[in-house]
């Protein structure tokens, strides 16, 4: 027995014999609920009933906030760690865990951020399989393949396997509690997930965590809590996501179940939370004009009813919750303005803002959170806070006509309000409700899985950051004839061939040869004068090579004589060129 089943046993226990403290029905008392916790077990619970406050969701805003308020105010408390997110899909799996990439959502580097803050780490893991067509039921491969389904072949079903072990390991190597969402926002139509291979998913990758002994990565079974209509999917149809249609009909928990992987495999259970009880009003979140009821967007049931079913479901199944993704979605706390979010109809919701006073924006949002909060503290233990400004991330930009496309966001930093950072400053600061991350951070250097001696694979190595939007810097992916089933792609394209992107290899065995495996482009880059480097702490090794230009898919090794003392950086570069260029990096092997 695990010891995750060995928690849902006992928990289950405790509500049979009537000790689950009930849900207080105003505020929660200063301490821990009263009698035994029911919860008690559960991976990575908080101890003493408080509640986690996590921080997300990109380096960027996470370093901005380490800036402008944790290094400004020393009272400030700390958050008890951070959100970030990666993949697992056939072209860029795990994306972000060794490379830092920018996919316009903001720089994600989870080395840089776990090297600025401690304690808990929560992971989001997306599902959806951008290597096939999406507008099919192919974007589902990932969760079939790790499920292990018969349709997908047995070479794709191990490939995908050992990214999620590589997950697990990189997770456990952190030395954290890490919560791992899993399939994140499960029931959000925009995933088009399909429930019974993500459920089998879910399942095999909860069985990984135990038989490699990670025994603090805690899984995370998470709703999008959306309370809109559902279009009509042509993938997977819409039936499945219609979470508002079942808790308006009553039957909440046949929506539930059908997602559910089981006790035995679900740490804890999630939501999101985005819109607060007052979205409908006039100018407010949910107000938009989106067409007659039933139309696609159109509420169906508030937001808060989704939110209490799924708060009911973990009470009967003795499990804690998350309030997993949380932002004042559609308020803009530095300009003080709010608009409706939904990107269909005219005018448009950025030339629908209007202002609002913070005592506005904390009485219709932040006050209502920490309610909830407090009032569920019997299964809520943790909440996650998105401190991001949208509108400067490419992804959510909503400023001009052709924009928001991904719905209206603004701008939910809590340090472009001082009165709100205040508020939330002095609730943060009980400490009988939440906790605090430390003070002191160690140094994190990811882990290489690299096999053989003197053997480096690009993909666990440092790639100088990739600018989705640009063409620049270096992205690892997938590539079949690569040693280890990876490769990283370095570029110049996006400026002209002007600019100098690698790889670096960090502390590298003692050796006098290195030997690299890469690949350029061949047809119609014949006659580039493109070349690469090799460079040992920084210091060119011999002269420039030319890049081999062979059939996509082949290697070539090019060997260099070098000094390499025990302990050194070991950079591969694309030098700049006429035009723009790329390599294809495989690893290099440092030797006698």
């Known amino acids: 027995m695990t010891l995750r089943t060995i928690a849902a046993t006992a928990a289950l226990g405790a509500l049979a014999l009537g000790l689950t403290a009930a849900a207080p029905a105003a505020a929660a008392p200063p301490g821990p609920p009263p009698g035994q916790d029911p919860l008690a077990g559960a991976v990575g619970l908080p101890e003493f009933g408080k509640v986690d406050f996590i921080l997300g969701q990109d380096g960027g805003t996470l370093a901005d906030f380490d800036d402008a308020v944790l290094h ?75 499920a292990g389904d018969p349709s997908v072949d047995a070479a794709t079903v191990e490939r995908y396997r050992s990214w999620v072990d590589e997950l697990i390991r990189y997770a456990d190597a952190t030395g954290r509690d890490v919560y791992l969402k899993i399939g994140y926002e499960f029931d959000g139509h925009w995933n088009n997930y399909e429930p019974e291979a993500y459920r089998a998913a879910f399942r095999f990758i909860a069985d990984r965590i135990d038989a490699l002994h990670a025994t603090r990565v805690a899984t995370v079974w998470q709703s999008a809590a959306w309370g809109a209509a559902i279009p009509e999917k042509a993938v997977v149809g819409a039936d499945a996501y219609r979470a508002a249609d079942a808790v308006l009909a009553g039957d909440a928990d046949a929506h539930w179940d059908l997602w559910y992987p089981g006790d035995d495999v679900v740490d804890w259970m999630g939501i999101s939370r985005f819109a607060s009880e007052s979205a409908d009003d006039p100018g407010r979140p949910w107000s938009c004009d989106r067409g007659e009821p039933g139309d696609p967007d159109t509420e169906v049931v508030a937001p808060r009813a989704l939110q209490d079913s799924l708060l009911d479901y973990a009470r009967a199944h003795a499990k804690p919750v998350m309030v997993a993704e949380s932002a004042p979605q559609g308020y803009d706390l530095g300009e003080h303005t709010v608009s409706c979010i939904f990107a ?169 040869r290195i030997d690299v495996r890469l690949n350029s482009l061949k047809d119609g880059f014949e006659d580039s004068d493109a070349t690469f480097s090799v460079l040992v702490d920084g210091v060119r090794v011999g002269d420039p090579r030319l890049v081999p230009k062979l059939p996509f898919g082949e290697y070539a090794t090019v060997s260099f004589s070098a000094d390499v003392p025990a302990g050194a950086d070991v950079t591969v570069q694309l030098d700049p060129n006429t035009g723009g260029n790329l390599i294809w990096l495989d690893r290099i092997v440092v030797g006698r």
């Open 72 to 146: 400004a105010d020393a009272d400030h408390p700390i958050p008890s760690g951070v959100s970030l997110f990666t993949s697992i899909n056939g072209v860029t799996p795990l994306n972000g865990l060794w490379s830092p990439v920018d996919y316009r959502v903001g720089r994600t580097d989870f080395e840089e951020v776990l090297s600025e803050y401690g304690g808990a780490l929560t992971i989001g893991l997306e599902l959806i399989d951008y290597s096939q067509d999406l507008g099919t039921d192919g974007r589902n491969l990932g969760l079939r393949a790790i």
């Open 344 to 512: 269909v109809g005219a005018p448009a919701p950025w030339e629908q803002r209007t202002d609002v006073t913070t005592d506005e924006i904390w009485d219709e949002w932040f006050a209502p959170l920490f309610d909830f909060v407090r009032e569920n503290r019997d299964v809520v233990r943790s909440i996650t806070y998105i401190n991001t400004d949208w509108d400067s991330q490419g992804v959510w930009s909503c400023t001009g006509p052709g924009a928001c496309s991904a719905g209206y966001w603004g701008d939910t930093r809590l340090q472009a309000d001082p009165e709100i950072l205040a508020r939330v400053k002095a609730e943060l600061s009980d400490g009988t409700v939440w906790t605090t991350g430390p003070d002191r951070v160690r140094e994190f250097a990811a882990p290489d899985f690299s096999a053989g001696k003197g053997v480096y694979e690009a993909e666990y190595a440092e790639a100088s950051t990739w600018l989705d939007c640009c063409g620049l810097g270096g992205l690892p992916q997938t590539a079949a004839t690569a040693s280890n089933g990876r490769e990283v792609m370095v570029m110049n394209f996006g400026d002209g061939g002007a600019g100098t992107y690698g790889v670096t290899f960090q502390g590298v065995r003692p050796g006098a």
